[in-house]
């Protein structure tokens, strides 16, 4: 089992910046793959970025590409996801996930544990 919790969340305008993490405790964390998603009202819940066991590959999808990094620290147990250059369209809960193994990485459904999210808003 593995726990999750985000946080850095907020309301900041366009064109600026925040920092999310996501605190993981339980299992191992170093085992998992782990991926950030987003919802917004009335919409499916979106692939945002993931990052592989040791941190040496990163995914984004295009939406973001360019914007948000996303990086690990297996020591701290920690992931974050570096949100630059916001827009409206950003605006979403986001969610940290973790899975075992790289396939569907960029698909809900594959990953096994979920945070309870955290709000992003982005003023025009």
């Known amino acids: 089992q593995v726990q999750l919790v985000e946080s850095g969340g907020g309301l900041v305008q366009a064109g600026g910046s925040l920092r999310l993490s996501c605190a993981a405790s339980g299992r191992t964390f170093s085992g998992y793959f782990m991926g950030w998603f987003r919802q917004a009202p009335g919409k499916e819940r979106e692939f945002v970025a993931a990052i592989n066991w040791i941190g040496g590959s990163t995914y984004y999808a295009d939406s973001v590409k360019g914007r948000f990094t996303i990086s690990r620290d297996n020591a701290k147990n920690t992931v974050s996801l570096q949100m630059n250059s916001l827009k409206p369209e950003d605006t979403a809960v986001y969610y940290c996930?973790?899975?075992?193994?790289?396939?569907?990485?960029?698909?809900?459904?594959?990953?096994?544990?979920w945070g309870q999210g955290t709000q992003v808003t982005v003023s025009s």
């Open positions: 996930a973790a899975k075992r193994g790289r396939l569907g990485f960029d698909r809900p459904g594959e990953y096994d544990y």
